[in-house]
């Protein structure tokens, strides 16, 4: 996502290409965070350590699933295409699909979204730490178009320094986050099997 808000940010549409895709970001993570935090109270997620270590294992195989796939991904050889300026009217669109197809941020928020739904914190302690959530997930969609008006010169070398960072150690650093994150969940839930 900072990779194509960098693009956004240097293409003709600018700043309000740019927002418009952290808008279409951030409404498609608010829309899926609240039916994980919807539907895990609707179902009301178990709290026999048992069934939530079940649950952990599923969620950890799962995490090393999509970890295993952008491997096999990454190895794939890259097409070279020609970029092409996107409308400010098309930013927002494919602000909603770049998070609807965004796998990997989507494999992290299920775990968090399930915490959240199994809490016993109020309504509005809840509405927070979605908000959090949601917040936290699409810093890479908001925080560009925020550092960019606050300091449109410094955000520009910023961002491409980012960009380049991205563009090299991207790939490696979303691995290592699924595989802790699935490595965490999957020695959880044996250890709530174990007890």
């Known amino acids: 996502m900072l990779t194509e808000q960098t693009v956004l940010l240097a293409g003709p549409g600018g700043p309000r290409a740019a927002t418009r895709y952290a808008i279409g970001v951030l409404g498609t993570l608010l ?14 997620l178990p709290t026999e350590p048992q069934l939530d270590a079940t649950l ?10 999509v970890a ?25 669109p494919f602000g909603v699909f770049s998070m609807v197809t965004n796998f990997t941020t989507l494999a992290l928020l299920v775990p968090a979204a399930k915490e959240i739904s199994s809490s ?19 810093l890479p969609a908001w925080g560009p178009v925020a550092l960019t008006r606050a300091a449109p010169t410094t955000a ?25 994150a699935g490595v965490f969940f999957l020695a959880r839930g044996v250890l709530g099997l174990l007890d």
């Open 31 to 44: 829309v899926i965070v609240g039916a994980l935090v919807l539907f895990g109270r609707a179902i009301s």
């Open 156 to 180: 520009h070398r910023t961002l491409a320094a980012a960009g380049t960072w991205i563009d090299r150690h991207g790939g490696t650093l979303v691995i290592a986050l699924l595989t802790a």
């Open 56 to 65: 952990d294992l599923v969620v950890g195989a799962a995490l090393l699933a």
């Open 120 to 138: 016993e914190s109020s309504p509005a302690a809840r509405l927070v730490l979605v908000a959090i959530l949601v917040a936290l997930a699409g």
């Open 68 to 92: 295993a796939v952008v491997v096999a991904l990454r190895r794939r050889p890259r097409p070279h295409h020609d970029h092409t300026a996107l409308t400010d009217r098309a930013a927002l």
